[in-house]
């Protein structure tokens, strides 16, 4: 049996940070965990192929190759996808689906004739799946409410990949958040009580990536990696030890919730086992909009104060906000830049609200008449599902406000100049920069230093980092690259948003629609190709 993997190819978004890759001599950011992990849970003897559409071009002769095709993505990747499948079956190839957006919204897909669906978490459908199609009898859908304990999840199939394509490897430690915020899917797809790998098993995939000889950046892909704190300080324990006697060939980017401030231990233990950056759903500055999508972890600490204990500890702090709740009023746009300044959170990922199949705020919002689409599930591009109480013009108006300020260059190096400030480099922190990040400095002092209007504040601030804190210039010049994708990303973001590029067109009484309102009873008019990326 021959066996192709393919993942398809993600827009250029914020998210995608696909302006950084010229920088830094890379093809992708990330590779394909969740299809290298299913590779590795097929059987050995069958032939076994990848194809990541973000490093190289799916070929004909790639899908000629194949007796079957397994396809996995995000609803960000829903185009490449159905263009992928919609190849695929017309090569006569069997596919096989699963994976976050098949889960969700499979139903979306049965037109284009997917053969098998391997919905919810691989490690008890696909077995399932598999021991039915050797008997001959495989079913079309295959879905378990089951929640598998991880700790027998096998090393992905790293063999299948040039690591060198890629910026980071990816590792996942834990599934589940023990939070239940209204417009997040983390619960629907892995629920509410984190499981975990055992400390011997993440190290082992570790020394996986070690043995291929990769260096560098590590992205553990956990919701909230600290979700459970008693297994995650069992953990970082043992890395620890890992890093200092390998002489700390890896750091780690992570998510976690913002209750991480309130616990120094936990702190201390991520900044020694090499943690350099860890990603916050901040996602607003106001309490009632905080308390009305549920999020009330974020209501017991001061938001500024905690942001800067991580940050003191040697992490950047990366921050999802979000504008658009039905207790936002117009003052919102102004806040959030106020607290994104003065937090210098330079990677501040500001989206719209939006309404994510089977959340409680989809669920919601359909009862109530709101949903006229469906998510793209890229809250960042201007894309707008449903109905916000402060209306659609004025939401767009403001949304537009925020990201043409925070990633102005005059905001975004303000912002720089303040983590820099803030920064604490960790004890572990190395003294010599590695053969990579040398040759992307040189990269940016010309297409940055040189060649871009942002020149004059480039050397102005890499020569007060360096005189002040030069053991932040690493950290300056990463910063300084990302912002030149995130400038370009706005840009595009905002003159879509300008020339309507979704057509948002609402019935006079819809625009109308005051804050405060309720809307159960008001009937929504179609939408003429409403976000139509996808």
């Known amino acids: 049996m021959k066996i192709l993997f393919v993942y398809p190819k993600y ?56 007796d079957m095709v397994f396809i996995s993505a995000m609803i960000v990747q829903k185009e490449d996808a159905i263009t992928i499948i919609e190849r695929c079956k017309k090569a006569n190839k069997i596919v096989v689906a699963g994976g976050p957006i098949f889960t969700t919204m499979h139903e979306d897909f049965e037109q284009l004739g997917v053969d098998y669906f391997v919905l919810d978490e691989g ?146 233990l991520m900044a020694k086992a090499n943690f350099k950056s860890v990603f916050l759903g901040i996602e607003t500055p106001s309490i009632e909009s905080l308390k009305e999508c549920g999020k009330l972890q974020n209501t017991k600490e001061d938001l500024i104060e905690s942001v800067k204990k991580i940050q003191g500890h040697g992490m950047m702090v990366m921050g999802g906000f979000i504008v658009g709740f039905d207790s936002d009023t117009e003052s919102i746009f102004d806040a959030q830049i106020d607290f994104i300044q003065r937090t210098g959170i330079t990677t501040a990922m500001v989206g719209m609200l939006g309404a994510l199949p089977k959340t409680q705020l989809w669920y919601r919002l359909e009862k109530e008449g709101r949903l006229f689409n469906v998510s793209t599930g890229e809250n960042t591009n201007g894309s707008l599902n449903f109905l916000p109480k402060m209306g659609v013009d004025k939401l767009l108006a403001g949304y537009s406000k925020v990201l043409s300020t925070i990633y102005s260059p005059k905001y975004y190096y303000q912002r720089l100049s303040t983590l820099v400030e803030h920064y604490t480099p960790q004890i572990n922190s190395k003294k010599r920069i590695s053969k990579a990040e040398f040759k992307s400095f040189l990269r940016s002092m010309y297409l940055i230093g040189v060649k871009s209007s942002n020149r004059f504040r480039f050397w102005k601030l890499l020569i007060h980092t360096l005189i002040h804190k030069p053991e932040a210039i690493t950290l300056a010049v990463e910063q300084i690259i990302y912002g030149e994708h995130f400038e370009k990303v706005t840009e595009s973001t905002v003159h879509a948003i300008k020339s309507n590029k979704y057509h948002y067109e609402l019935h006079p009484a819809e625009k109308e629609l005051q804050v405060g309102t309720n809307p159960p009873e008001l009937k929504y008019s179609p939408v003429k190709e409403v976000m139509n990326l996808l």
């Open 123 to 268: 490690e008890i459908t696909l077995p399932l799946f598999l021991e039915d199609l050797a008997n001959g009898n495989a079913k079309h859908i295959y879905h378990s409410s089951e929640r598998p304990d991880i700790s027998t999840t096998p090393v992905p199939l790293w063999s299948l990949i040039n690591v060198n394509d890629y910026y980071g490897m990816v590792l996942q430690f834990s599934r589940g958040c023990p939070f239940n915020c209204e417009f997040c899917d983390i619960v629907i797809m892995n629920g509410r009580i984190p499981r975990t790998k055992s400390p011997s098993q993440v190290l082992t995939e570790l020394q996986a990536i070690f043995d291929l000889g990769f260096r560098g950046f590590f992205f553990i892909v956990d919701d909230n990696f600290i979700g459970n704190k008693i297994k995650v300080k069992e953990l970082l324990a043992e890395l620890i030890i890992w890093q200092k006697e390998r002489n700390y060939p890896f750091h780690f980017l992570t998510e976690a919730s913002l209750n991480l401030a309130a616990d120094e231990e936990l702190m201390e």
């Open 11 to 66: 827009p250029s978004t914020y998210w995608s940070f696909s302006g950084v890759l010229h920088y830094i001599d890379k093809k992708a950011i990330f590779p394909p965990l969740g299809l290298l992990t299913i590779a590795s849970m097929v059987p050995e003897d069958w032939e076994k192929k990848l194809v990541d559409a973000n490093v190289s071009a799916l070929e004909d002769d790639d899908i000629d190759w194949a």
